[in-house]
């Protein structure tokens, strides 16, 4: 018997070692990762100039608290701010703690302009995590059951509609933030349209409110750029990073420019892990070897192989409703529940996910290779065709 709590459906196998995109496990039987831990293990498993600086900074220096100056703290604060074009970073633990971080910077923001009950426009089918306050964001009742009451300042409106949001402006005045995935990874894999993001802004320049975006899935490269909004021209007030940003290393980020920074002061915010001296020299070794090694433009050509192949050898497979996604950031839309498709993927020692029930979720690391890329497709599509042929 297990002493865990009962809080995930785990599948019957345990690794026990990795090697680049290939995971190992107790049997020895290699796994191709398509996954890679829910798009967290940017440079794959075990990559030699990650697990050398860890393993240097671990003999010298763990962690101090943020009572101290952090040297590698405002090293990799830095790094992203440059990459970012953003003014100011805090550090915390993950994605969730990212979102917190902007929601109580947002609701600081609104209190600082006279609004009593300050409000954040957030989308239906979102995903922002799981504590109180982003759970009370994400946009999936299913998440959200048993753990009512909900926090409350939050407006729901349709992903991708405009209207909707324009509507809201014009009869809410509490409003003084919108939170936005630029693209839905829990969702489903959904995009915005290409123009969405440049309307959004102009709305939230109209009205003083503050433009958040939640890129803890589909940013850091994932998408064929270094931030998914930099395929638009737009700069957001606010940015949340985390998974992908520590290659594995538990580590998130709250990013903030023009109006939105200097809000926070000594005491309305903090971390105890936070940006620890370990968890930055993995944020900074995982963005340096990015560059060094050309991996955006790597997610880019490989993410594109991987759309035009799938595209190519699903196009007349009956069942497959539509195939989306941006980088290598990309999701397989079936007719049906397909959950089941996760354990036979695994029994062909392919790691993959099933995401809104019927979304075939694939997010490998940025490191994939086209030939690793066509092992992928060789698995997974006759899975598919086999699964659609036997419910058809």
């Known amino acids: 018997m297990s002493h865990l709590m009962n809080t995930y459906a785990r599948l019957p196998v345990s690794f026990t070692h990795g090697k680049g995109v290939w995971l190992w496990d107790s049997n020895g039987k290699r796994y191709l990762d398509a996954l ?22 671990a003999n010298k220096l763990i962690h101090v608290s943020n009572l101290y100056q952090v040297s590698e703290q405002e090293i990799a604060a830095e790094k992203l701010c440059t990459l970012t074009r953003m003014q100011q970073a805090f550090f915390c633990n993950s994605g969730c703690e990212a979102n917190e971080a902007a929601i109580k910077l947002a609701r600081l923001y609104g209190h ?20 109180l306050a982003t759970l009370s964001a994400t946009g999936n009742r299913k998440v959200q059951a048993g753990f009512e009451p909900l926090v409350k300042g939050f407006v729901r409106v349709p992903y991708n509609d405009l209207d909707a949001v324009q509507q ?11 939170l936005v995935e630029p693209i839905q990874g829990e969702g489903g894999i959904r995009t915005l349209d290409i123009h ?24 850091i490269g994932r998408t064929g750029k270094w931030f998914a909004h930099q395929h638009t021209g737009i700069l ?39 940006g620890n001296p370990l968890a930055c020299v993995a944020v900074q070794t995982t963005l340096t070897v990015m560059e060094q090694d050309q991996l955006i433009q790597n997610a880019a050509t490989v993410g594109e192989f991987l ?13 497959v409703v539509e195939i989306r996604g941006q980088g290598l950031m990309i999701g397989i839309e079936l007719n049906r529940n397909c959950l089941e498709l996760v354990r036979h993927a695994l029994d062909e020692g392919l790691l ?7 979304v075939i979720r694939l997010l490998p690391a940025i490191i994939f290779t086209p030939d690793e890329a066509q092992q992928l497709l060789d698995k997974l599509c006759p899975l598919i065709i086999n699964f659609l042929a036997q419910g058809s």
């Not at 600082?112 to 504590?131: L, S």
């Not at 809201?168 to 933030?177: G, L, Q, R, S, T």
């Open 236 to 274: 957001p007030d606010v940015m949340t990073l985390a998974k992908g940003i520590g290659s594995g290393i538990p580590v998130g980020v709250c990013l903030a420019a023009g109006k939105a920074a200097n809000i926070f002061k000594p005491g309305n915010h903090g971390s105890t892990f936070g």
């Open 112 to 131: 600082q302009q006279d609004i009593d009950n300050p409000a954040i426009i957030v989308m239906e089918k979102a995903f922002h995590g799981r504590t």
């Open 36 to 57: 890679s831990g829910i798009a967290v293990n940017t440079l794959g498993h075990a990559h030699p100039r990650l697990t050398e600086n860890l393993a240097k900074q």
């Open 352 to 358: 993959i996910n099933v995401t809104d029930e019927k």
């Open 196 to 219: 969405y993001l440049e309307n959004l802004r102009k709305i939230c320049d109209q009205y003083n409110w503050l433009l958040m975006l939640d890129e803890v899935q589909c940013g």
């Open 307 to 319: 759309l035009r192949n799938l595209r190519s050898r699903l196009a007349s497979v009956a069942g």
């Open 168 to 178: 809201v402006a014009e009869h809410n005045h509490d409003v003084i933030a919108v």
